[in-house]
């Protein structure tokens, strides 16, 4: 499972919160390793300088081999809330899709 991360200039963290992604995107999509072939994190503070409730956001698109890619979208008061929801997301869609998938 390959994992990108991106981030618009007004996140900071670098290296070590792109390490944090990798790590929560891999704890959460482990299970699911031999399916998912691709995963696309999009970090980014909304409102930059301005500051405001909310404002962090991260999306999240994985591609799962033979279906079109599933994307999930959380905002956070802070940078980590925003990673956390959006994982949390991934996994319930991806379970649901492959399960749903092994199904048939």
Request: glycine share 6%; hydrophobic share 35%; with cysteine.
């Amino acid at each position: 499972m390959q994992i990108q991360v991106n981030a618009n200039h007004h996140v900071p963290g670098g290296s070590s919160l792109v390490s944090h992604v990798e790590n929560v995107v891999k704890h959460v999509l482990d299970h699911y390793k031999d399916e998912v072939t691709r995963v696309e994190v999009h970090l980014s503070d909304e409102n930059s300088h301005k500051g405001g409730e909310h404002d962090m956001r991260c999306m999240i698109e994985a591609r799962i081999r033979g279906l079109d890619p599933i994307a999930v979208t959380h905002h956070g008061e802070n940078m980590n809330m925003a990673i956390e929801g959006a994982a949390d997301r991934i996994e319930r869609a991806v379970r649901k899709t492959v399960d749903k998938r092994r199904e048939h």
